[in-house]
């Protein structure tokens, strides 16, 4: 059996509940934390450990806590992005659902680690029934002494808050959310300085994804270095993969990092295989905001080697072959999929979610959208598509923060990829815009 | 539509539940219980209308200009009259793959309706949104807290059927 670091028990009836939760050994991470060890040495254990960020940037998450700074009688703050929106991820809302308890361990074990006494989970305000649930875990941990003042007798209050977004993407980078937090609109702030010196209210302040803090009470309570045994090279650990698209067997799974790919998909503990009767055309590996890729380099690597489901084996080739990990949006299309159909969807919402402070993006994912929804609906051109790849350049590393690029890459990759179904779109209007209709040229993987 | 006016006050329940999302906040920044009092100001009169934004920025003693540029900023905010029930449609990628753009079609269609559109009865609002994190079990929409997953023409009746009773 795969090892299960945080879906352990997540099939247990009832494990949403505090009682379950602490029968299954909930709770005692945070008992030994606290009792048996000082702030730094959790802090020690999250470094050992290699975990890295979960919400799609990566890095390494003792070494972030590492930054906080800490001025004397100043507060810190930790704050929980809960804001899950990037398309093709679903793994927070289900950790979340199904087994709350284990963010709120995480939550009071990070907390003491980073000496916050008010810690923040900011939920994407479309989830008020997750928040329902976050809420009466809370309250339930309360009652049995785990959170509020003086908790289990060692000294140390902390107050957990769940705070509801307003629906926007944009919020879930992390300084744009911080200002949500502060009541304003989520337009992400210049960096420097970064949180970990000015964060939240001006305070110093640690973001971390649901999943890389749920992770922290079986790092505390196997140890670091047990859980950097677990994966491969520096993807320590396992990951949480939301799979969807054209699969058997969409949903949430957690693989041990380093797990191939080909197994992933085909395997029937996980995706089960492309749907019958139908074959792999591309896979977005996580998340909308990464590369797509064409089937023939989803089980491989441009050098033929096995791809792996690890940080650097998904970004093996770089933009020219690879793809990335991500947030672990795991989405799959067959050859029912138009790629330009879809290239266009996505770029829609880029334009959508643009907070619009930055002209690139601002305008970039307009222009973008425009030609786009040209291109699939048959009025395109050639010089369009060349058009769609400057667009997509002059956005790059042009902005605040990185929704421009996650509008970008999408874009850029479709069209390195999949050359020829834009091409077909413009040379065949009639044909491309029938109901259902998709470019019969792509390759497939029988 | 909306049959409350939206002159009138909180209710008491909220209006105290209001005064407790302040105090979760440090002295001074109560600015943040924004959105959460947003939330539950939609949740008594269905939208914002901007005597009930007023009100809000006097609550949070922050101006009125404050809750307007948050309230246009965040798409679950609705700031025109409503339907009962409004419908919160994913379109974005994933959904679509699941099949999402032929059932939209049907929703509409069973409604007599387009996106943005109330129905006569003032029943049904249609919102297309974006991605609700949900991809796995698309298609899907959302009706205030509740979400339908797993969406079919068949599944899309019953619910409305439910609903219309
Ligand atoms: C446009 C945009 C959207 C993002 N959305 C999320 C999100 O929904 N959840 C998340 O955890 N991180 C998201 N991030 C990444 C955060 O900025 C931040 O890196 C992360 O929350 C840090 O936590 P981690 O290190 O534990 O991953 C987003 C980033 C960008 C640029
Ligand atoms: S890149 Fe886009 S979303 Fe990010 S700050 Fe600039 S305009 Fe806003």
Redesign the interface.
């Known amino acids: 059996m795969a090892i299960k670091i945080l879906t352990e028990h997540s099939h247990i009836p009832g494990i949403e509940t505090f009682d379950v939760y602490r029968k299954n050994g909930g709770y005692t991470a945070l008992e030994k934390a606290i009792k048996t060890m000082s702030p730094e040495e959790v802090v020690e254990e999250a470094k050992k450990s290699g975990v890295r960020g979960r919400g799609g940037a990566g890095f390494p998450m003792g070494m972030k806590w590492g930054f906080l700074a800490k001025p004397e009688g100043v507060?810190r703050y930790l704050v929980c992005n809960a804001d899950?929106?990037?398309?093709?991820?679903?793994k927070?809302?289900y950790l979340m659902k199904t087994i709350p308890h284990l963010l709120i361990e995480g939550m009071i074990i990070s907390s003491y680690a980073l000496g916050a006494n008010?810690s923040f989970i900011y939920v994407?305000?479309?989830?008020?029934?997750v928040i329902?649930i976050l809420e009466k875990a809370i309250a339930e941990a309360t009652a049995n002494g785990l959170l509020g003042n003086n908790i289990l007798g060692s000294g140390y209050d902390l107050?957990l808050?769940v705070?509801?977004?307003?629906?926007?993407?944009i919020c879930g980078e992390e300084t744009a959310l911080l200002e949500?937090?502060?009541?304003?609109?989520?337009n992400p702030r210049n960096k420097p300085p970064f949180p970990a010196v000015k964060g939240l209210?001006q305070s110093p302040t640690v973001v971390n994804n649901v999943e890389s803090i749920a992770n922290m009470a079986w790092i505390i309570n196997h140890g670091g270095e047990a859980y950097a045994s677990v994966g491969i090279g520096r993807s320590t650990g396992t990951k949480l993969i939301?799979?969807?698209?054209?699969i058997k067997k969409?949903?949430?799974y957690e693989i041990e990092l380093g797990l191939s790919v080909e197994e992933f998909m085909n395997s029937d503990e996980y995706c089960g295989g492309i749907r019958d009767g139908h074959h792999l055309k591309a896979l977005v590996a996580g998340g909308?905001s990464v590369p797509i890729i064409p089937a023939h380099l989803v089980y491989k690597t441009a050098n033929g080697e096995d791809r792996l489901m690890s940080y650097e084996s998904l970004s093996d080739g770089g933009f020219a072959t690879g793809t990335m990990l991500g947030s672990g949006?795991f989405?799959?299309?067959d050859e029912t999929?138009c790629i330009v159909?879809?290239t266009w969807?996505?770029s829609r919402?880029y334009h959508?979610?643009s907070c619009g402070q930055c002209s690139p993006c601002r305008e970039g994912t307009g222009w973008m959208e425009k030609v786009l929804h040209r291109l699939e609906h048959g009025h395109g051109s050639m010089h369009d598509i060349d058009l769609l790849v400057d667009v997509a350049k002059k956005i790059e590393g042009n902005t605040i923060c990185p929704l421009g690029d996650a509008a970008a890459w999408p874009v850029a990759s479709a069209i390195r990829h999949f050359r020829e179904e834009f091409e077909w779109h413009v040379s065949h209007p009639k044909e491309a815009t029938l109901p259902g209709a998709v470019y019969k040229g792509a390759a497939v993987l029988a | 539509m909306t049959e409350i006016p939206t002159t009138s006050a909180f209710t008491p329940e909220r209006l105290a539940k209001v005064k407790e999302i302040i105090a979760r906040y440090p002295e001074g920044r109560q600015k943040s219980a924004l959105l959460p009092v947003l939330h539950l100001a939609q949740e008594q009169w269905g939208w914002l209308s901007s005597e009930v934004m007023d009100q809000v920025a006097e609550l949070l003693s922050i101006e009125p200009i404050e809750v307007y540029e948050v309230a246009t900023f965040y798409t679950m905010f609705h700031l025109q009259p409503v339907g009962k029930h409004v419908i919160e449609y994913c379109r974005t990628g994933p959904c679509c793959l699941m099949g999402a753009e032929g059932v939209y079609d049907h929703l509409q269609a069973r409604l007599g309706i387009k996106t943005g559109q109330t129905t006569p009865d003032g029943l049904f609002t249609l919102k297309e949104v974006e991605c609700l994190a949900a991809c796995g079990w698309g298609p899907v929409f959302q009706i205030r807290e509740k979400y339908y997953m797993n969406l079919t023409n068949e599944k899309v009746d019953s619910i409305l059927d439910e609903l219309s009773k």
């Open positions: 507060p899950e929106s990037e398309p093709g991820t679903f927070d809302h008010k994407r305000g479309e989830l008020m029934y329902q107050e808050v705070q509801p977004g307003g629906g926007a993407y949500s937090l502060e009541g304003k609109r989520g209210y939301s799979a969807s698209g054209h969409p949903g949430v909308s949006g989405i799959v299309f999929a159909r879809n969807n996505f919402f959508h979610e």
